[in-house]
Nanobody, 122 residues
């Protein structure tokens, strides 16, 4: 059974930094993509960043470019998100996700973590 376990997050003042981590277990994940999504109260879940575990290629949502950095450890099936210059609007539950690319333009995330709270105070 695939499990995603997140850690990190917490409370920080605007302009500060936080990091979140996620480790996947339960099977081999060669060729998989790991990513981060977030959901703020009253809003839909949105994509934040993703990384190909084997290729190391990354992609970011426009609203985090230059502030957040995603990295991965293929050997540990782990993904990390370093969040700098945090803003109050970054406050959300951050979810780790694991999936596979199904086409040149599509990735399906089948597995999700339980979420970790990130709160940025103004």
């Amino acid at each position: 059974q695939v499990q995603l376990v997140e850690s990190g997050g917490g409370l920080v003042q605007a302009g500060g930094s936080l990091s979140v981590s996620c480790t996947a277990s339960g099977r081999a994940f060669s060729g998989y993509v790991m990513g981060w999504f977030r959901q703020a109260p009253g809003k839909e879940r949105e994509f934040v960043a993703r990384i190909s575990l084997s290729a190391g290629s990354t992609s970011y949502a426009d609203f985090v470019k230059g502030r957040f950095t995603i990295s991965g450890d293929n050997a540990k099936n782990a993904v990390y998100l370093q969040m700098n210059s945090l803003k109050p609007e970054d406050t959300a539950v951050y979810y780790c996700a694991l999936g596979r690319r199904t086409s040149s333009t599509s990735i399906i995330f089948n597995y999700w973590g339980q979420g970790t709270q990130v709160t940025v105070s103004s």
